[in-house]
Every structure is written in structure tokens, then in C-alpha cells.
């Protein structure tokens, strides 16, 4: 069984998840694009409040205990607040294709159901659509079709519809987009890397 990577395990919402990456330290690994999931189980209906610390727990105990993987996504997001999960510092597991160059970003919610720009669904838009502009703000680079992906993209695991038909790539990415040149974060905000 692979070494488990510890998890951050701490919750944030959107404006403190940027002070957050501010403070990362990076050393030679960098990614290059964001992978985009939706959890299924759990969906909205059975997190009324969103995710919990005892939920974080449970993943590690699935990702590591059940699946025999060295980490997980590096970030749950629900309609109240943004979890770091697997530091960003370092590589996650969440799609096979693209685990070694990229973030994994799990949204609650079964998005072939769940309503995905209405009710607690938008809530999570709204904070996935935060927490990717800090990302491609840390990273100094543009979301598009290279940038950014839907896990149901990964030619490894195409029997996914993950995120869901509700989530619509070009709308997601141009919230993104749109949500850049508002955010604060500027030059410095670009990968520090640890020499």
C-alpha cells in the first residue's frame, strides 16, 4: 500500500482560501491544469450542511483504507465553504489521466440530478467558481480547453460523467474567467516555489 499523504483538513471561505494560497510554499512540483468532479455520494439531499470534519475523515478512511491510494482530490467544496483536502503543494489522486499535473476539485452534489445554477447547487458554483479563480491566479495562468477540464474528459476513465450534465464546461470556465480580473490577488499571488 502506497505512504497515505496527510491531509490539510481545514475549511475556508473564498476570501480566506486566497490568503491561504498566498502563504503556500512550493517546491518543484507545479501543476498545470484543474480537474473538475462532482462527489455523487454524498449528493446535496444527504449534507444539509454541508461538509463536516468528520466527513473529511471519511474520505481519508475511504481514499486510503478502501481504494489503497496515496491521497485524494485537493479540494471539497460545498454551498458554505471551501476544504482543503490533500495540500496543493503536492500531486492528488482523482483522475488517472491527469493526477500528476493537476488539481483536483470535488463539488458536493450528484450534478446529473442536482440543479447545478439554482438553490444550494449555484451556492457551490459560486464557491467552485472562487476557489478556481485563486487557483489559475496562483498558478498565473488563463483557464481554457488546455487549462481545465471535467473528469468525465479523462480518455483513462470515460465511463464517468463526472461532474454531471448540469455542470456545462464553457459556462464554469468563463465565470472563472470573468471572476479574474476582480480578484486582488496580483503578481505575488504566482507559485512560490522553494528553491
Not at 475556508?12 to 498566498?22: D, L, S
Not at 450534478?111 to 438553490?119: A, I, K, L, T
Request: aromatic residues 10%; glycine residues 8%; proline residues 7%.
Amino acid at each position: 500500500m502506497p505512504t497515505w499523504k496527510p491531509i490539510v483538513g481545514r475549511s475556508f471561505q473564498p476570501e480566506e482560501f486566497a490568503a491561504y494560497c498566498q502563504s503556500l510554499q512550493f517546491g518543484a512540483w507545479r501543476p498545470s491544469l484543474i480537474v473538475l468532479h462532482n462527489t455523487y455520494i454524498p449528493n446535496l439531499a444527504a449534507r444539509p450542511n454541508g461538509f463536516s470534519s468528520g466527513d473529511m475523515q471519511g474520505f481519508v478512511e475511504y481514499y486510503r483504507d478502501e481504494e489503497h491510494w496515496s491521497a485524494g482530490p485537493h479540494l471539497f467544496i460545498d454551498d458554505h465553504k471551501i476544504w482543503a483536502f490533500t495540500p496543493l503543494t503536492t500531486p492528488g489522486v482523482h483522475s488517472p489521466e491527469w493526477n500528476a499535473v493537476s488539481w483536483g476539485v470535488e463539488m458536493l452534489g450528484d450534478y446529473s440530478v442536482d440543479e447545478f445554477d439554482s438553490g444550494r447547487g449555484l451556492a457551490v458554483q459560486n464557491n467552485a467558481v472562487a476557489a478556481l479563480s485563486t487557483l489559475y491566479a496562483t498558478l498565473g495562468i488563463q483557464p481554457n480547453d488546455d487549462t481545465f477540464k471535467l473528469h468525465k474528459e479523462d480518455t483513462i476513465t470515460t465511463h464517468k460523467n463526472c461532474p454531471g450534465k448540469n455542470v456545462v464546461k464553457e459556462e464554469v470556465m468563463q465565470a472563472v474567467i470573468d471572476q479574474l480580473p476582480n480578484d486582488s490577488l496580483g503578481d505575488h499571488m504566482r507559485l512560490q516555489r522553494i528553491a
